[in-house]
């Protein structure tokens, strides 16, 4: 069974930073793009940075500048979160497109980190 685990949150003030990580665990064969996701309060969940397997790296217009993401190998990636803001308050997801030992191609994510930006 494929598993998507994240790390890293916790509540940080204004301006400050955190990096999250996610890893991955199981009969894996490939992992092609890992994406991070953010749920707010009350809101839907959206898309906030997205690195393929050849590291091209593409953000939402609100944390560019801010976030950086990366592969720490084939299998585990991190995003990097300065200079954060109130509005970056939100559970964090991570979500992969994984090719399985046996062959099947899945969407996987993992359960969510909460991040909390408050003085």
């Known amino acids: 069974q494929v598993q998507l685990v994240e790390s890293g949150g916790g509540l940080v003030q204004p301006g400050g930073s955190l990096r999250l990580s996610c890893a991955t665990s199981g009969s894996i064969s490939t992992i092609y793009t890992m994406r991070w996701y953010r749920q707010p309060p009350g809101k839907q969940r959206e898309f906030v940075a997205s690195?393929?397997?050849?590291?091209?790296s593409n953000y939402v217009d609100s944390v560019k500048g801010r976030f950086t993401i990366s592969r720490v190998d084939a299998w585990n990636m991190v995003i990097q979160m300065n200079s954060l803001k109130p509005e970056d308050t939100a559970v964090y997801y991570c979500n992969a497109d994984v090719r399985s030992a046996g062959g099947g191609l899945y969407g996987i994510w993992g359960q969510g980190t909460q991040v909390t930006v408050s003085s």
């Open positions: 690195i393929t397997r050849g590291g091209s």
